[in-house]
């Protein structure tokens, strides 16, 4: 088999790459994905935030240019068998800080203010004026981002497939077991099938199995596994309408349905591959850890009826946590990634998948300037990650 571009994994990140190489003219592209109910993926497991809350320009810039895409995304992304309706809920961000944090935040916000984010610094009266179920106990500062907001990322991974299925995109229900390279170049992918696809290009973004990818070529990524629970509950007492509301533990939570989902992500554990969240350390964890740290946020949580606890996987770049995009493998010029997003890869979904179809087709970035992002960073141990909240 042939194709010019060959995609390994399927997730969001594959399927924007895919769907932006289509828009430009891309002949012939191939998205290697084993899964497609995308059981054990990190995009329907993630939590659906899209915040311009952040530290870096960059991760600012890509947010911007995904908010704007998810806003227009069943106008653009609808296909005669998709509506794709994201269920994208503007409602808001809300950072807390304690007294530790107020200088990140400030900075932050600061940083925020110049690229043109409509957010806003609250002290602690305005915080309970305007959130009055929220705790203020522990907070000194936060900052509210009232246009961010969150998507149904199942819906969006499936919008982003189906339309670059639309413009021609084959999907092979396959997984890459081993990669041929020339001295100079990757040449094929050895599939689980027996069968062998040949390509001009190969993009690996298979998440947090993408250094799995990279060994193929001898490349190391510092991108590894990395356990992520998520809860859903319901709370029997009145809460006014709420953002998506972060501290600085971690733990977030938002409106779903009639309920609340959210969690904290659990760094004290080892990097790897948990999905039995019954058993051993998640067994007790929300008990334990978060549902203090929720009532903390919301004092109201303390009476809550916890409902379903699920397990999703971050690729958590161990390096700084942020992305890492462009060539990694030594040698092997075109072989591209995009990996290790841990909790923001849906948010940047559409700026990531824009930007690689840039790198393909002419070998530059033409719209936001991703270079600090790339791999060089990791061989000059130069972290660039977030400050503050992540
Ligand atoms: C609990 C949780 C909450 C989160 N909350 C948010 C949030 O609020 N906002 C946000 O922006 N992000 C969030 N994230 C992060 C986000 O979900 C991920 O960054 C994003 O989904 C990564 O997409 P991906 O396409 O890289 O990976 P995936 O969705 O995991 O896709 C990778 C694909 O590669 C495939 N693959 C693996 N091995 C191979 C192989 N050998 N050959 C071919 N294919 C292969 C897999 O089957 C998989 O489908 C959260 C994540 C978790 C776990």
Known sequence: MKSDIAIIGG???????????????ADSVTVIEPDATYAKASTPAGAGGVRRLMSRPENIRMSQFSLDFFADFAETMATDDNPADIAFRRQGYLFLTNADGVDALTLNFETQAAEGVPAELLDVDALRARFPSIGTDNVAMACHSPEDGWIDPHAALMGFRKKAQNLGVEFLKDKVISLDVSPTAVTGAGLESGQRLEA??????AGAWVSEIAAMTGAKLPVVPMCRVQHFWHCAHDIEPLPLVKDDSGAFFRPEGDGFAGGRPSWEIEPGFNWDVDRGYFATYFEDTVWELLANMVPKFETIKLERTWAGHYAQNMLDGNMII???SDGHENLLTACGFSGHGIMHAPAVGRALSELVLHGRYETIDLTQMEFDRVLRNEPYAEIGIK
């Open 11 to 25: 997730g969001i990140i594959g399927c924007a790459a895919a769907y932006f190489l289509a828009t430009k003219g």
């Open 326 to 328: 462009g060539r990694y």
């Open 200 to 205: 001009e290009c190969f993009i690996n973004v």
